[in-house]
C-alpha cells in the first residue's frame, strides 16, 4: 500500500506599516522579484500576488499596501485594499521591523486582527540589524498579546530563516487544488507589472512629493516578434513636477526609462522598446474618476 502525497495550497496576506519590507519579503520567498521596493514608504498601493509552487504545495501570497493614518482618497483606497485582503483567506501574516520598538501604528494594526476570524502569524523582520539578545524581548512582548500562532524572526534581505517560514506557513495551510500553473508567479497582468516597474523607478529616482504625485499608464504593449513595444504615460499633478521628472534635457526621464526597461526585459525575457510620455492631471489622488482609471478601484 503506498501513501498518498498530500497537496497543500492556500492564500496569505502579508500586512504591516508601511516601509516594514513586506514587498521584499514576498520577493525573497518566491525568488523572483513581483513586487516593486523602495526605501520609501507607500511604494505599494495595490494589493500585488505572489504565486510560490512546490512539488507538494501552491501558496498564493497577497502582499498589499502598508497601513497607516491617513488623509485623502488615495491613501484611504491604500488602507481599505490592505484590510480587505486579509478577508477570507487561510492565513494573514502580520510583519513588523526588530529594529524599532512597537509604535501605535502596531497597536492600531493588532486592534484590526483581533477581529479577524483567520490565524495570524507575527513575522519580525529586519533581524540582521539587531544583537540576539535584543530581539528576545521584542519576540516575548509580541508573544503575550496572545494575538500570533507563530512568532517567526526573519531577515527578507539577507534571507535569514525563510525556509522555516515558508515551512511553517506550508505546514499550516489546507490540503487543496493548485490554483495556478506551476510556472506561473503572479497573476498580475503584464501590463501592471510593466506600470509598476516605471513607478518603482520614479520612487528610486526622484524626492520629496514626487513619487507620491505619480501615476503610470501603460497605454500600448505590442508583441513585434523579437521586440515588445511599450507606450506608458507618467502623470502627475503639477506643471512643476512634470518638468522634474522631465529633468534637464530629458536626463530624468532617460534614466528612469533605461532602468525601467532593462527590468521589464527581463520579465519578459524579450528584448523592449519603452517610450515614455508625462502628462499633468491636477490634484488627480484626490478625484475618484481619475483614481478609478489608474486602477485604484
Excluded at 510556472?183 to 507620491?212: C, G, H, M, V, W
Amino acid at each position: 500500500m503506498t501513501n498518498k502525497t498530500v497537496f497543500k495550497s492556500g492564500f496569505v496576506t502579508i500586512i504591516g506599516r508601511p516601509n516594514v519590507g513586506k514587498s521584499t519579503l514576498m520577493n525573497a520567498l518566491l525568488g523572483e522579484k513581483v513586487a516593486i521596493v523602495s526605501d520609501k514608504p507607500q511604494t505599494t498601493r495595490n494589493k500585488v500576488t505572489g504565486i510560490l509552487t512546490t512539488k507538494d504545495s501552491q501558496v498564493v501570497f497577497w502582499d498589499t499596501p502598508g497601513i497607516h493614518k491617513h488623509k485623502g482618497l488615495l491613501n484611504d483606497f491604500m488602507v481599505k485594499a490592505a484590510k480587505t485582503a486579509c478577508e477570507e483567506v487561510d492565513l494573514v501574516v502580520f510583519m513588523v521591523e526588530a529594529n524599532k520598538p512597537m509604535a501605535p501604528g502596531e497597536n492600531e494594526i493588532m486592534e484590526f486582527i483581533k477581529g479577524l476570524k483567520t490565524r495570524i502569524f507575527l513575522v519580525i523582520n529586519k533581524v540582521d540589524l539587531v544583537k540576539k539578545e535584543d530581539l528576545l524581548p521584542v519576540m516575548d512582548r509580541y508573544a503575550k498579546t496572545g494575538l500570533f500562532a507563530e512568532v517567526i524572526p526573519v531577515s527578507s534581505l539577507k534571507g535569514d530563516n525563510l525556509e522555516a517560514l515558508q515551512k511553517t506557513i506550508t505546514d499550516f495551510l489546507p490540503e487543496g487544488p493548485q490554483y495556478f500553473p506551476e510556472d506561473d508567479l503572479s497573476d498580475q497582468p503584464e501590463r501592471f507589472i510593466a506600470a509598476e516597474i516605471i513607478r518603482e523607478k520614479i520612487f528610486r529616482n526622484t524626492t520629496d512629493e514626487i513619487p507620491y504625485s505619480t501615476a503610470v499608464m501603460v497605454e500600448e504593449m505590442k508583441d513585434k516578434g523579437d521586440t515588445v513595444y511599450i507606450r506608458a504615460d507618467i502623470y502627475v499633478e503639477k506643471d512643476s513636477q512634470k518638468g522634474i521628472i522631465i529633468g534637464a534635457k530629458g536626463a530624468m526621464l532617460k534614466r528612469v526609462g533605461e532602468s525601467a526597461r532593462k527590468d521589464i526585459e527581463r520579465l519578459l525575457g524579450v528584448k523592449v522598446f519603452l517610450e515614455l510620455w508625462v502628462k499633468v492631471k491636477k490634484e488627480w489622488r484626490e478625484k475618484p474618476g481619475a483614481l478609478g482609471e489608474f486602477g485604484y478601484k
